[in-house]
Structure formats: C-alpha cells, structure tokens
C-alpha cells in the first residue's frame, strides 16, 4: 500500500513550453502533497505545499506563477513549470501524505526528470 | 524556520564495519525525524524514523538515536554491506499542523567490498 505515481518519468522540452507533471495517490487519500525539487548531487528542496481544494503554499524564493500547482482531488496533484527556461531542468518529486490516521510519514513519488533545452 | 546540518557528506567504509550520519537541527519543536536513503535517478526511501518522545529506536542493522536536548539525531548502520552504498538523507518536521520536511544535505556512503 502507500504508493505515490508521478507521470511522466521523463520529459525534454524546448524553451519557453510548459510541462505538466502529475503526482497521484494510488491506494490513499493524500490531503497534503509536497513538491520538491532536487538538482544534481543536492539534497530535496521543498517548493511548495499542496492541500486538497485549497491553493498551495509556496515556499521562499519559489515563485507561484511559474510553477502552477493544483491539488484538485484526494488522489491528484499537478505542477506546471511555465515558460521552462535551461535553468530549470531539474529532478523534480512530489510526495503525499495520508490523510487518514495519526502517520507522518510521507510517500514520494519516482520522480519527473525534466530537461530544457 | 527549521535547519539541519548533515555530516559527513562523505563516508566510505569496509564491508562489515559501522557507518554513523550525525544530523542537527534549530527549531526544538520539531518531533518526528524520518531517515532516508536514496539510489542515483531513485525515489527517497524511508529507512527509519523517530518521534521526539522516543530516544532510540532499532530495526535489524539500522538504529537511529535522538538527542532532544542537544538537538541532534544520528544514524547507525551496522554490518555494512556493498548494496549499503547510496546518498542518505536526515530530515526533520515540526509533525502536526505541518508536516514539511527540511533534510539534511545528504551523505554519500560507500561500502567497499
């Protein structure tokens, strides 16, 4: 049980696309999701907080309206990188913690290796 | 807010020696303190975990200890072996009404054989 999916695994883009990635709650409600971001041989950065049916909590030098997050349903969160620029070629993961019962373990997803080119 | 130091960022062993990771952290409120080892391209693996009001806490080679008065955690390996070797993350969380990590910046064990 606990599983988090992240689609796609990987992604190259062209510079100023967007790219959409999806985290999703396969066996759990996930009332709060996480966005992290991880560049090479560096720890996880945590980006921004996503709570079902409510706009996310961005962290400090993180701006909103560049990544679009959106936390539509129990089981779905998504993160828009909006006009993608080389520098934000990332390792990007989302994680999901479940909502039901007293755990504060969080479940990370695979992981979207994003490429700008 | 919270941040964790993390040492050694490097650490090689020989097969069947100990390793230990020591972590610090600044906010004392935090209290649920998560372990994680991560392979090259992987998702973070949970290894361990503990909460504030537990000191120590043991799960066949690995045990991870706490200190709440020095504000500092750590990590034991026992046994290594080869398949030991990866990037481990420490992290901390203030728990309920949050739950956001803050990690470490990670160690990168090796096991040589």
């Known amino acids: 049980g606990a599983v988090v999916s992240q689609h796609p695994s990987r992604v190259i883009c062209k510079s100023g696309t967007s790219v959409k990635i999806e985290c999703r709650s396969l066996d759990f409600q996930a009332t709060t999701m996480f966005w992290y971001r991880q560049f090479p041989k560096q720890s996880l950065m945590l980006m921004a907080t996503?709570?079902?049916?409510?706009?996310?909590?961005?962290e400090q030098g993180v701006e909103k309206d560049k990544f679009l997050i959106n936390h539509a349903s129990l089981t779905l969160s998504t993160l828009t990188v909006t006009s993608a620029h080389p520098e934000d070629s990332s390792f990007y993961i989302c994680s999901a913690r479940d909502g039901v019962g007293l755990t504060y373990e969080q479940y990370f997803g695979p992981g979207t290796r994003l490429t700008v080119t | 807010g919270e941040n964790v130091e993390q040492h050694p960022s490097t650490l090689s062993v020989q097969e069947g020696d100990s390793a230990v990771i020591k972590c610090t952290y600044s906010d004392s409120a935090s209290n649920y303190f998560p372990w994680y080892k991560q392979e090259l391209g992987k998702r973070p693996q949970l290894i361990i975990d503990i909460r504030s009001n537990v000191g120590e806490k043991k799960d066949q080679r690995i045990a991870v200890t706490l200190n709440k008065t020095a504000k500092h955690f750590s990590l034991h390996i026992t046994e290594t072996q080869p398949e030991d070797s990866a990037v481990y993350f420490c992290?901390?969380?203030?728990?309920?009404?949050?739950?956001?990590?803050?990690f470490g910046k990670g160690t990168k064990l090796s096991v040589i054989p």
């Open positions: 992290a901390a969380s203030l728990g309920a009404g949050s739950y956001q990590l803050t």
């Open positions: 996503s709570n079902e049916g409510s706009k996310a909590t961005y």
